[in-house]
């Protein structure tokens, strides 16, 4: 999942995560593993543990954990360019749409394992079956493509989720370098704090570039389940004292618009599409219950408690702030102690969080490249690739140092994909030969249109802000408190 999707915590569901590739026979092993697998179980378990399975609490508890990701942090901006009424509709609707679509998701993927006797298939594999049962000989054909493209989209989502850390890192510690000099012991009393300036955030983004490169050269994914678990337990604490903090002195909301300018809510689809990407981990969590035909129930439990959650933290944030809120509701904090920990535990918790991510695109990628060299050529191969990809993601993060923009594009161009215009057609061409309800036609068409307005629009306008004069990255970004 995965400002993320994830204490995955940050997005601390990374190990179900994991979970979502679907292409090289390497990568499609690990999705055959429990979801607590990160948390330190063993990779092959005995028949006798397979066979037990988790229960409906554990499998509830991995999804909310799966969806709480980095993205809520940006959700009171997103809030901002939606309205404080339109916002939490919104978000509502998108949350059960979302839903919707993950159990059409699960529906296809258990109608293809009956059909076909397979005890689990993933995301991409269920595409691929999907389009083999349309009724068009062309889309049988040329089904791999199905595969194909998710894989493309799941790389896509996941170094999208690496670069919206780097800037989420280097804006966070930006703000508590800057303001060290100033910082207090006292939460409470009104001071405006003018920092002291420093570099340039794309110059922290550099600063980090090291730390990073020796993360995602640990191959290892026992090694992981460590960062796995301290990344859960910081955002964890950090999320708690946040929540606390936003509840507290909440202004006269009447001067905050109802619905805001419909030229901003594009961005507000693309962050809310970002928070709710979590559509892959759900075929590995329905295939590890231990009665998986409660699954439907949990997982329309799971995700109107994640959904109440956004809706929450988001609005809540906006109403604390007002106009002043910014891309992520960290560098709102008061210029205290206790809050600059609290950014520095999300740093810390996002900063391990990132090679877990990383580990998603790595093992599509580097078992493709690796198997068509020597052996002697495979490790060098193998680490350059790791070396170009984390500076790849470097790079895009400084050519679009905005927080709230990298969010929204990430989840207008991929997760809508993924979580929106995917699944209903994957519906269609799975039941179509066996005979649809006019109706489901009309409302899956409907979400998959939804989608692609969502995808063009949000994308072109994070791209056209991108593009324009930068006046108002300052305020994204801002640096300055009040305490």
């Known amino acids: 999942m995965p400002v993320t999707k994830s204490a995955q915590g940050a997005q601390g569901a990374v190990d179900l995560k994991l979970d979502r590739r679907s292409s090289p026979e390497s990568a499609k092993r690990l999705q ?68 919707h679509c993950m159990y059409i998701l699960v529906r296809c993927a258990q109608r293809f394992c009956h059909r076909l006797n397979k005890p689990f298939l993933d995301y991409g594999d269920t595409v691929m079956y999907g389009l083999k049962a349309s009724p068009s000989a062309w889309l049988q054909n040329h089904a791999h493509w199905g595969r194909h493209m998710v894989i493309f989209f799941l790389i896509v989502t996941q170094l999208g989720f690496c670069c919206v850390y780097i800037v989420f890192l280097a804006d966070n510690l930006k703000q508590v370098v800057e303001a060290v000099n100033s910082t207090t012991n006292n939460c409470h009393y009104n001071e405006t704090v003018v920092p002291t300036p420093t570099m340039d955030s794309r110059l922290y983004m ?14 290892n994914l026992r090694v992981l389940t460590i960062f796995s678990m301290l990344a859960n337990i910081s955002m964890l604490v950090s999320l708690i004292i946040l929540t606390q903090y936003i509840v507290q002195g909440i202004p006269d909301p009447r001067g905050l618009p109802l619905v805001a300018s419909w030229n901003t809510y594009p961005l507000f689809f693309g962050t809310a599409m970002f928070s709710f990407e979590s559509i892959g981990m759900v075929l590995p969590l329905e295939n590890k219950m231990k009665d998986a035909r409660h699954f439907p129930a949990i997982l329309y439990l799971g995700m109107s408690i994640i959904t109440a ?84 993601t470097c790079i895009l993060a400084i050519l679009i140092p905005r927080l709230d923009l990298v969010l929204s594009l990430v989840g207008s161009m991929s997760s809508s994909a993924l979580a929106l215009i995917i699944p209903p057609l994957l519906e269609i061409t799975t039941y179509y030969s066996e005979g649809m309800s006019p109706l489901t036609i009309i409302k899956d068409a409907l979400i998959s249109i939804l989608g692609f307005v969502g995808l063009v629009v949000g994308t072109y306008q994070a791209l056209d802000d991108l593009i324009q004069p930068t006046d108002h990255l300052t305020f994204s970004n801002s640096t300055v408190f009040f305490q």
């Open 32 to 99: 055959n593993k429990d979801p607590s697998f990160l948390n330190g179980s063993p990779s092959e378990l005995p028949d006798s543990q397979k066979t037990k399975g988790i229960t409906e609490f554990q499998t509830l508890i991995h999804l909310v954990k799966g969806n709480l990701g980095t993205g809520i942090l940006g959700l009171p901006l997103a809030m901002r360019n939606a309205g404080i009424l339109m916002g939490p509709l919104s978000l509502l609707a998108i949350g059960f749409i979302s839903t």
């Open 309 to 392: 959650m956004y809706i929450g933290i988001g609005a809540l944030g906006y109403l604390r702030f007002g106009n002043d809120i910014k891309a992520s509701i960290t560098l709102n904090l008061p210029n205290c102690w206790l809050y600059q920990w609290v950014k520095l535990l999300y740093v810390f918790g996002i900063l391990c969080t990132y090679s877990l991510q990383f580990y998603v695109p790595a093992e599509i990628i580097i078992p493709f490249a690796v198997s068509r060299v020597s052996k002697h050529w495979a490790l060098p191969l193998d680490l350059s690739i790791r070396l170009a990809l984390v500076c790849l």
């Open 206 to 219: 550099l600063t980090f570039l090291p730390f990073l490169v020796l993360l995602v050269f640990v191959r």
